[in-house]
């Protein structure tokens, strides 16, 4: 085997379902790809990365505005019914990539609409509901992360549910939900497709761990001579 550091592009990733009867045993060593079971039992496989500031490091990765419309579909359908109890008048999506779950989730819970926030910021927007934010995966690009004013009148005073991809170390949620706040809006619940091990825990304030909700959970890997093994302490 070539020395690849144990990562591949990602091309023909994210792009079908395995059957829950597929040949997944479970492994010590993984060396390109996690597979993660879903609800039902089918199983996604999720590219592993290395960490930009630790190459004996990495994550799974979920990139869900490059899957297929098969494990998007999936994976909304997860997500509203995770989140259906919170009784949202509306779904905002977090940019950029909780903007590819954010309306499916919205139909399914017979909205006729959701609430995009957008990192790009237009020349109505008012600075007081902006928000700084950072990502683990993009670690050298500050970013701000806005609301178009013309949202607020949709957003205040309503039970709002956030939408994104992947919750990691929860500064970018706690960040959204400041922001919600200003807006005037009701934030009720937060739902991902992924829980990226368990720092979030940390970050949000005790009061939102037990309103947030996601389809699957990932570990963090450490390096070996043969891949990538888990690292447990990301999931305690």
Request: hydrophobic share 40%.
């Amino acid at each position: 085997m070539a020395d690849d550091g144990f990562v591949e592009p990602t091309t023909l990733y994210w792009q079908k379902l395995l059957a829950p009867d597929c040949d997944q045993r479970d492994a010590s060593v993984y060396q390109y790809g996690y597979p993660v079971r879903l609800p039902d039992g089918h199983i996604l496989t999720l590219p592993i990365r290395r960490s930009p500031d630790d190459s004996a490091r990495a994550v799974a990765s979920l990139i869900p505005n490059h899957a297929s419309f098969e494990v998007i579909d999936a994976l909304a359908g997860f997500m509203a019914s995770l989140a259906a109890d919170f009784r949202p008048d509306i779904v905002v999506g977090m940019p950029t990539l909780g903007l590819a779950l954010a309306p499916p989730v919205a139909q399914r819970l017979g909205h006729g609409n959701f609430a995009p926030l957008g990192y790009s910021r237009k020349y109505w927007y008012d600075n007081t509901l902006s928000e700084p934010v950072s990502s683990i995966t993009s670690p050298d690009d500050a970013k701000t992360v806005y609301l178009d004013p013309n949202l607020v009148p949709r957003l205040r005073g309503r039970r709002v549910l956030v939408v994104d991809d992947t919750i990691s170390t929860g500064t970018t949620a706690t960040a959204v939900l400041r922001l919600l706040e200003r807006a005037g809006a009701n934030a009720v619940g937060l739902v991902f497709a992924m829980s990226q091990g368990n720092a979030w825990k940390m970050s949000l304030a005790p009061a939102w761990r037990d309103k947030v909700r996601f389809v699957f959970q990932s570990p963090q890997f450490q390096l070996s001579p043969g891949g990538w093994v888990i690292d447990t302490a990301s999931l305690s």
